[in-house]
C-alpha cells in the first residue's frame, strides 16, 4: 500500500465517525422547541512508509499509520417561534477549580484575621 492510499483509508475511516450525530444523537423537538446538540469535533492522522533496505527486494518496505477521533461537548442550539439562542455548556473542570480557589481564598482570610486564643 502506498503512502496515498494509507492517508485515504485513514481519512475515510475517522470522518465517517466524526460528526456530531453519531457522538450526541439526532435533534430533539418537542412541544415547539427544537434542539440541536452541538460538539466540537476533531480527528487527527499520520503514518509513514519506507523503501527497501540494502539488500532487500523492491516489495520489501514498510510502513504503518493511525489516527484520533475526539468530540467535546460545546452547547446547544435552541429554536423556538420566539427565536434561536445558542446555550454554552460549563466545563466542569472550571467549576471545580473556581470552587477551590474559592474556598483556598476563604480559608487564607479566616487564618489572617482572626485572633489568636490566649491560654489563661
Known amino acids: 500500500m502506498?503512502?496515498?492510499d494509507l492517508f485515504s483509508t485513514i481519512t475515510e475511516r475517522l470522518s465517517a465517525g466524526a460528526n456530531v450525530k453519531n457522538?450526541?444523537?439526532e435533534?430533539?423537538?418537542v412541544a415547539g422547541r427544537t434542539?440541536?446538540?452541538i460538539a466540537r469535533v476533531r480527528y487527527a492522522f499520520g503514518g509513514g512508509a519506507g523503501g527497501?533496505?540494502?539488500?532487500q527486494e523492491a516489495g520489501d518496505g514498510g510502513g504503518g499509520g493511525?489516527?484520533?477521533l475526539s468530540a467535546t461537548p460545546?452547547?446547544?442550539l435552541e429554536i423556538t417561534p420566539q427565536g434561536t439562542r445558542f446555550v454554552t455548556l460549563h466545563?466542569?473542570?472550571?467549576i471545580v477549580a473556581a470552587l477551590a480557589a474559592g474556598f483556598a481564598l476563604g480559608a487564607l482570610a479566616v487564618l489572617t484575621t482572626s485572633t489568636p486564643v490566649s491560654k489563661r
Open 2 to 4: 502506498n503512502i496515498h
Open 74 to 76: 460545546c452547547g446547544a
Open 23 to 25: 457522538v450526541y444523537g
Open 35 to 37: 434542539v440541536i446538540p
Open 66 to 68: 493511525g489516527g484520533r
Open 91 to 94: 466545563h466542569q473542570r472550571i
Open 27 to 29: 435533534p430533539v423537538a
Open 52 to 55: 527497501p533496505r540494502r539488500g
